[in-house]
């Protein structure tokens, strides 16, 4: 007979995790199913290790960009060593006792659904009143000619390698191409990435591409937008020819893909409870109930929304509340969006574009920081910082906002607040910000705004 729980959580990504400790807190008998290691994604080959490797690099910028110090050296190997500490060496056997006693059933292993409230894994079947679907996300493949006779790194071989390959062609300039580029640019290797939309980060302003492309270039990133890797060759010894759209050759020893993610939604067995997943994902309700089957929920990656690691924990927070009988929500507005590059790239709302497509009588502007407060000047010798507001003129409320600055990952979260409580731009302009911090952007901008 099958053991019958309260829940399943089929994935335990950092979604996952969160509905898991939420109900077994709360006394609900819970069955984690997870088929590499507690923790998913984020922990061992995304946000974590990415983050680790981003530290020293960046000390080593800022040390350099400062004043009155001297270039710190880095210690590849000791860097490497504690991003092996910080991954747990990919050893998940702490998490799973855990979560035993907590009172969870732990079942390491691909499970899928078999019918309602029904999940099969290792032959076994395991029963609930709610399943949650957390399976995040994958890398795609990109259909590069020639792709198979090369050497390929998605995110899990570089934010695990121990190796600075000496040349790198890596595809994608999101968030995470830029921040790959970045610290295996610091730590040494000639770096050229490529993006096909005409800018970097192409999901924000232009204005936040272009500025963070200039930042890498100065540092000796080559950048190529608006271009296609269209195919690879073996060159010799372990290195290899990337061939652009416009005939453009590179070589490199590693081909790193950091382009568009795909939701795990094959093989799960949707069709058993008569669902389908569209491009984007798993179709998710405001309450992230799977759209028409009761007793059925996802979160995170899964449902392509916002591919964040912040917004999968938000989701576990409101799948947990409605599981224990709350009438929660998702609500979307002023959800951050950073890229830990250096200067760090940090967004929040609508983009400009976005607020006149939705008939919002736009005003913006762009502060050039450094012209118009104090903190940058007194941060580092060549200042930077631009911070852009996108302003409903008729209802006097933020609807977005962007930043490319140092620490902008920090103090973007005053505008994501402002945003969310559709707070009156009149508020910020009777704010008092401390002196002299880089928050004060925020009254420079608004004071420049013709409101
Ligand atoms: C390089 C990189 C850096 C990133 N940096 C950041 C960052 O700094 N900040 C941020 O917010 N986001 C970041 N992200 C995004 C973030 O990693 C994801 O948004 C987050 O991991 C999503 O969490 P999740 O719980 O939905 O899924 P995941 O973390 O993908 O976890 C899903 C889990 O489900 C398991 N699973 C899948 N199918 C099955 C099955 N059939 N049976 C059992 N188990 C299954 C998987 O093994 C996995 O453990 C980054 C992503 C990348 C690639």
New binding site residues.
């Given amino acids: 007979m099958a053991e019958k729980f309260d829940v399943i959580i ?7 995790e969160v509905v898991a400790g939420r109900l077994l807190k709360a006394g609900k008998k819970v069955a984690v ?5 507690l ?4 922990a061992y ?3 974590i290790p ?2 680790t490797l981003l530290r020293p690099p960046e000390i080593k910028g800022e040390a350099t960009r400062a004043f009155g110090t001297g270039t710190p050296e880095l210690y590849v190997e000791d860097l490497f060593d504690y991003r092996d500490y910080i991954i747990r060496y990919l050893d998940d056997s702490g998490e799973v006792e855990g979560y035993e006693e907590m009172g969870a059933r732990v079942v390491k ?4 659904l078999v019918g309602q409230g029904r999940v099969e ?1 290792n032959g076994e079947t395991l029963e609930a009143d709610h399943v949650v679907v ?4 994958t ?1 795609n493949m990109l259909p590069i000619e020639g792709i198979e006779d090369v050497t390929v790194w998605t ?1 899990r071989e ?2 695990t390698t121990r190796e600075v390959p000496e040349r790198a062609v890596i595809v994608g300039g999101g ?2 191409g830029v ?2 580029s970045q610290w295996l640019s610091r730590l040494g290797c000639s770096v050229t990435l490529v993006q096909s939309p005409d800018t970097l980060v192409n999901r924000e302003d232009p204005q936040v591409g272009e500025l963070i492309q200039g930042f890498l270039e100065e540092e000796g990133i080559r950048v190529r937008v608006g271009r296609r890797a269209e195919k690879a060759r073996k060159d010799g010894d372990g290195s290899a020819i990337i061939t652009l759209d416009d005939g453009e050759e590179i070589p490199t020893d590693v081909l790193i893909i ?1 382009a568009g ?1 795909t939701p ?1 939604v094959e ?2 067995g949707l069709e058993s409870v008569g669902i389908e997943a569209n491009k984007k994902g798993l179709p998710v309700d405001d309450h992230c109930r799977v759209e028409g089957t009761p007793g059925l929920w996802a ?4 449902t392509g929304i916002l ?6 924990q938000y989701q576990g927070r409101i799948v947990a509340a409605n599981i224990l009988g709350g009438d929660r929500k998702a609500d979307y507005s002023g959800v951050p969006r ?1 890229v ?1 590059s250096d200067p760090e790239v940090a967004a929040t709302g609508l983009t400009e574009e976005q607020a006149r497509e939705q008939g919002i009588e736009v005003a913006s502007v762009n502060l050039d920081m450094a012209a118009s407060i104090a903190r940058p000047v007194t941060y580092e010798r060549e200042p930077r910082g631009n911070l852009g507001l996108v302003v409903d003129r008729d209802e006097r409320v933020l609807v977005g906002a962007w930043a490319v600055a140092p620490q902008a990952g920090e103090w973007i979260h005053q505008a994501c607040l402002a945003v969310k409580a559709r707070m009156s731009v009149d508020i910020l302009l009777d704010s008092v910000f401390q002196f002299p911090t880089f928050s004060q952007g925020y009254l420079a901008a608004l004071e420049k705004m013709d409101l």
């Fill in positions: 089929l994935g335990m990504g950092p979604g996952g199913v997870e088929q590499e290691l923790g998913g994604e984020c080959w995304a946000c990415s983050k292993g691909e499970g899928r894994v957390a399976t995040g996300s890398q995110n570089a934010t968030a995470n921040e790959t950091t993610r795990r093989g799960i979160l995170g990656d899964v591919l964040f690691t912040h917004v999968a950073v830990f």
